[in-house]
Nanobody, 118 residues
C-alpha cells in the first residue's frame, strides 16, 4: 500500500505563487512516476505535471513555463512550484503516483484546493 500526503494549497491572488508538496510512504518502487493532476468544477481531471524517477517530465501545455515539477527521490516526495497563477488554475490538485513500470499500481492523494482570486 502507498499513502500520499499533500500540502501547500490555498488562496492566492492572480500573478501569485504557490508550492505544493506530496510525500509518499509505504512500498514505493524505485521505478515510478509521480506528479499532479487537477480538476476544476465542471471539468475533467487533467494531468498538470509529472516526473519519472529518471527525471523525464510531462506538462500540461497551459502551465508549461509557469509550473515546475521536481522530486526528491530519497524521500519519495514530489513538488509543484507554481508561478504566475491565474484564475483558470483554480482547481483541486491531486498528487498521483504510478508505482512501478507499465504494470504498476496507481495511488492518489486526497486533493488540495488551489484558489486564484482577487
Amino acid at each position: 500500500q502507498v499513502q500520499l500526503v499533500e500540502s501547500g494549497g490555498g488562496l492566492v491572488q492572480p500573478g501569485g505563487s504557490l508550492r505544493l508538496s506530496c510525500a509518499a510512504s509505504g512500498s514505493i518502487f524505485s521505478i515510478n512516476v509521480m506528479g499532479w493532476y487537477r480538476q476544476a468544477p465542471g471539468k475533467e481531471r487533467e494531468l498538470v505535471a509529472s516526473m519519472s524517477n529518471t527525471g523525464d517530465t510531462n506538462y500540461l501545455s497551459s502551465v508549461k513555463g509557469r509550473f515546475t515539477v521536481s522530486r526528491d527521490n530519497a524521500r519519495n516526495t514530489v513538488y509543484l512550484q507554481m508561478y504566475s497563477l491565474n484564475p483558470e488554475d483554480t482547481a483541486v490538485y491531486y498528487c498521483h503516483i504510478l508505482n512501478g513500470g507499465w504494470s504498476g499500481d496507481h495511488y492518489w492523494g486526497q486533493g488540495t484546493q488551489v484558489t486564484v482570486s482577487s
